[in-house]
């Protein structure tokens, strides 16, 4: 069965919305897109090929999607790590108007996305791969879907924009598997999904 992986990048604030470009995403009036260009460096390129040398398939949100599949097929280099894997591997996309896609080896999901995500994963020997795509995640980690998180946190507040975690989200733990932080001061984290919270109540002692 294969392990489900998201890759997200998101603020301080939380917000996920266009990280790789002026005019990626301006839903709701969205003036700050491209906000991780001037963090990356060479730690961060590193963290990225290494997750993109890992791939067996990819699931994708719409939005993501049509980002994705307006630019990686323009790139041709098969030395590319980023571009190699996203055309080559299968593609699978959460959708339900998307009917016709021009990208080869895109497979829509239309219908129930839970049983559809199991099947898909019990079918994927590896790593089936979710980037970006933060509304599909959201409802990926409802659902109990994903495996591991690997969430890249920029030093920078925005202030506005589609937040990954809102009011209503499943109270999920989290079991830190790894992080580093780049030069620039991305914090970069991996959590495997590990069940429901535990609480406890810190007490006076008791000679108190």
């Known amino acids: 069965m294969g392990k489900l992986v998201s890759t997200l990048f998101v603020t301080l604030d939380g917000v996920y919305q266009a990280p790789g470009g ?3 995403d301006t839903r709701g009036g969205f003036e700050h897109g491209g906000w991780v260009f001037p963090y990356a460096d060479d730690e961060f390129g590193q963290f990225i090929n290494e997750v993109f040398g890992r791939p ?14 307006a630019f990686w097929p323009k790139v ?12 080559a591997l299968p593609k699978y996309v959460a959708s339900s108007t998307l009917t016709d896609p021009e990208w080869a080896g895109t497979t829509v999901i239309s219908g129930d996305l839970a049983k559809e995500v199991t099947a898909l994963k019990e079918r994927t020997d590896g790593e089936l791969q979710v980037h970006g795509s933060g509304a599909l995640v959201r409802s990926l980690l409802a659902h109990d879907l994903v495996d591991t998180l690997h ?21 999920t733990k989290f079991e830190h598997t790894g992080g580093l932080t780049t030069s ?4 970069i984290h991996s959590y495997d999904l590990a069940g ?10 008791e000679n108190a």
């Open 196 to 205: 429901r919270p535990d609480y406890g109540t810190f007490g006076l002692p």
């Open 151 to 171: 969430l890249l946190t920029f030093p920078v507040v925005l202030g506005a924009g589609h937040r990954l975690f809102t009011e209503g989200a499943v109270p």
């Open 22 to 24: 002026r005019e990626e």
């Open 56 to 69: 067996a398939a990819f699931l994708l949100g719409r939005r993501t999607y049509d980002i994705f599949a």
């Open 76 to 87: 041709t280099d098969p030395a590319d790590p980023v571009a190699s894997k996203l055309n």
């Open 184 to 187: 620039t001061g991305v914090a």
